[in-house]
């Protein structure tokens, strides 16, 4: 009994301690794996298209730059090797990195990844350019560069999850799971995917802890690496809409009302700024000193968004567009992740639907409610949900308003329970309150992907939600049922990284 007390009373973060060292021993051999794939499948198979080992001299080269592509190198197959394997989008990033933008394709990638390839190549990998090569090098700054923000971003994850889920345990698993996520050969590669989940996983990491403002920083920071890093602006929207409800639940005062709605407007603006400024940058380089009869169309329009016209005009990415029969096989590619995503919404949804139907509004007046009611103090200091039903009904003819609200309070804060592996019972703590902005993301992302974009590329645009992997730990740890559903989550996930590997690495079509 002592020791459950005394475990019971550590803090979340001290008992997760022994979990980050296994987590990251985990972390970095998933990324030695992924990369040993790499190399293996390489070798040992034909790529489809060698044309991507083509970079002809920057539109706007100077001497310097122009004369890095003459010299002999000291390790020709070495830079050669590497040269190949920049396949795909990273084609574009490595690009970019060494020409800035050419194009207005290139405008769909947006700057952070690109920046930091190029500054590390020009600092901490520059004695390597005589070795393999300039554009060598900026492969090899993006690798080490993705590899390392992955590991990062694994550690966040967990972090993340013990504050949410409040088990180290269920914590770990999902944190794990992500480590040998389906999309694992795009961590690994010259993608913005490794460095979006680092700093969106730090950004949520900090906004649970409750320092909107640093929490900001980071979220800003992801819209640098993707486009929909702006939708992180939702978690602030919902936090300030919480503050909101609580305020006018206390009668404050307008003053407060409205300094809570102008702080939360700005910490938005701030998420959207990088997304507008480079959307701006592109106006001024494409549209600015052109006659109208040189502008591109998008140029034009009353609110000329380049990103928007540029994934219509080159991707054909728009409502129903991909609805087609010969797109048949990328929705069976994407179906595992779809199908996952929507299991995970439908399971919180259906574990608390008054909390979701009133978007946790409804959950904070009661809350509110119950404060000073006779119940309330009747049943303080009782820990045990059971205790606390049983006095709700041995108090039913003193006040039973007190009783409903405590009832609703309770559904509010309830720890669902579940069998665990050894036939007891588990109790799941996570409050659903704080599960919603996840859940609500998830959604929107999961719309977005069916019906607006190229459905494959939900397996890695989805493999930066929490959600995902937080609803698989809890499933893996219940039930014979949930193991068993555990095993085929690890089958689909071994499956893609193999598959991914094998036809990402060697530029046949994968997601």
């Known amino acids: 009994m002592a020791l459950q007390s005394v475990a019971a009373t550590t803090p979340p973060h001290r008992r997760s301690c022994p979990y980050t060292h296994r987590l990251l021993r985990y972390a970095v051999a998933s990324r030695l794996f992924v990369l040993t794939l790499i190399i293996i499948w390489r070798s040992l198979v034909s790529p489809y298209d060698t044309s991507a080992s083509i970079n002809p001299p920057c539109l706007t080269s100077s001497t310097d730059s122009s004369n890095r592509h003459g010299p002999s190198v000291l390790l020709p197959t070495v830079g050669s090797a590497i040269e190949n394997s920049i396949v795909w989008d990273s084609v574009y990033f490595i690009r970019i990195a060494e020409c800035g933008y050419e194009y207005e394709q290139t405008y769909a990638f947006l700057p952070l990844l690109p920046l930091c390839i190029s500054f590390l190549s020009k600092t901490v990998f520059a004695p390597l350019e005589p070795l393999v090569g300039y554009r060598a090098v900026l492969g090899l700054s993006g690798y080490i560069l993705n590899n390392i923000a992955f590991v990062f971003a694994s550690l966040y994850l967990f972090r993340l999850s013990v504050l949410v889920l409040k088990d ?25 995917e490794s460095l979006y989940a680092f700093l969106s996983f730090g950004g949520l990491y900090h ?6 403002y640093f929490a900001t920083v980071w979220l800003a920071l992801s819209g640098c690496a993707r486009s929909n890093g702006v939708l992180n602006a939702g978690y602030i929207c919902y936090r300030r809409m919480q503050l909101v409800n609580k305020a006018f639940l206390q009668k404050s005062t307008y003053w407060l009302t409205l300094k809570i709605l102008l702080a939360g407007a700005l910490c938005c603006l701030c998420i959207f700024a990088p997304f507008i400024s480079f959307q701006a940058f592109g106006y001024v380089n494409i549209c600015m000193g052109r006659s109208a009869a040189e502008m591109r169309p998008w140029c034009k329009a009353r609110l000329p968004l380049l990103y928007n016209y540029i994934q219509s005009h080159y991707w054909g990415v728009g409502f129903l567009r991909y609805f087609r029969v010969k797109q048949l096989p990328n929705f069976l590619l994407a179906s595992p992740i779809l199908s996952l995503a929507l299991c995970s919404i439908v399971h919180y949804v259906k574990l608390w639907p008054e909390v979701f139907l009133s978007l946790g509004l409804r959950a904070s007046s009661l809350q509110k409610e119950l404060v000073g009611s006779p119940l309330s103090k009747a049943t303080e200091g009782q820990p045990s949900m059971d205790g606390l039903l049983e006095n ?11 009783i409903r609200l405590r009832k609703g309070a309770i559904k509010r804060e309830k720890m669902v329970i579940q069998p665990s592996k050894n036939g007891a019972q588990e109790r799941l703590q996570c409050d659903p309150v704080i599960i919603l902005p996840f859940v609500l993301h998830l959604s929107f992302m999961v719309a977005k992907h069916f019906f607006v974009m190229h459905v494959q590329v939900a397996t890695r645009f989805l493999s930066a939600s929490p959600l995902l992997y937080w609803f698989a730990s809890h499933i893996m740890g219940s039930t014979v049922i949930g193991r068993r559903w555990g095993y085929l989550i690890w089958a689909y996930c071994g499956a893609y990284i193999f598959l991914g590997s094998l036809l990402f690495s060697n530029f046949y079509p994968f997601t």
């Open 392 to 402: 709700d009904s041995s108090n039913i003819l003193q006040d039973d308003r007190s």
């Open 168 to 192: 180290p345990e269920v914590a770990f698993r999902a944190s794990v799971l992500f480590c040998f996520n389906p999309a694992s050969i795009f961590y690994s590669s010259i993608y913005s």
């Open 207 to 212: 906004f649970m802890n409750g320092t909107d």
